[in-house]
């Protein structure tokens, strides 16, 4: 059963200890639930308080979430899903032209590990307060990109190798324990 105390962090873990827990709760909260927006839901908010438990400078994300593959779109897009943090950019084109980073991971598949936003070719500032980000392909079916985790953070360098590590191995769970459209 899904309770609000799978969103509590002791402030003493370490970053892999807390990825450890929101891995380990990611997939409680699956068991006997497959709708992708209901698990994202739940997910976005999992890694907004993981986020918040931890010193600097994971205490500065400002934006944590999921954008989708639009089903209905005519050209090939994301459209923004369940997330925690400002209002965001609503879609992102990935093709024929891949914009930004999160366009750029759907495009080519593969993380976007960026330490300094204004230096990444085509950036789109949905958060004027942004400075680093990391994309994550989320893929089902086959290898095909279904959605990709986002997060963004207040300071240059937010982000490492652990922080891909264990995104990558939440994007393997999402990718195989939703029903993606």
Known sequence: MVHADAS???SDLS?????????????GLLIDQRNWVCNLSNVASLLWHAYHSL??????????????LDPLSPTTRLIL????????????????????????????????????????????????DSRSEIVVPIKAGG?????????DCAVVDGFDETDREWLEKLAGLLGEGCDWP
């Open 8 to 10: 509590n962090f002791a």
């Open 15 to 27: 970053k892999e200890e807390v990825y450890r827990q929101v891995l380990e709760q990611a997939e």
């Open 55 to 68: 010193p600097s400078p994971s205490n500065k994300v400002n934006w944590a979430g999921f954008y989708t």
């Open 81 to 128: 899903g369940p997330f925690q943090g400002k209002v965001a950019c609503q879609t992102i084109a990935f093709a024929p032209v891949a914009r930004g980073v999160c366009g750029t991971a759907a495009a080519t598949g593969e993380t976007q590990l960026v330490p300094d936003v204004e230096a990444f070719p085509g950036h789109i500032a949905c958060d004027g």
């Open 143 to 151: 290898g095909r990109v279904v959605a990709i985790i986002d997060v």
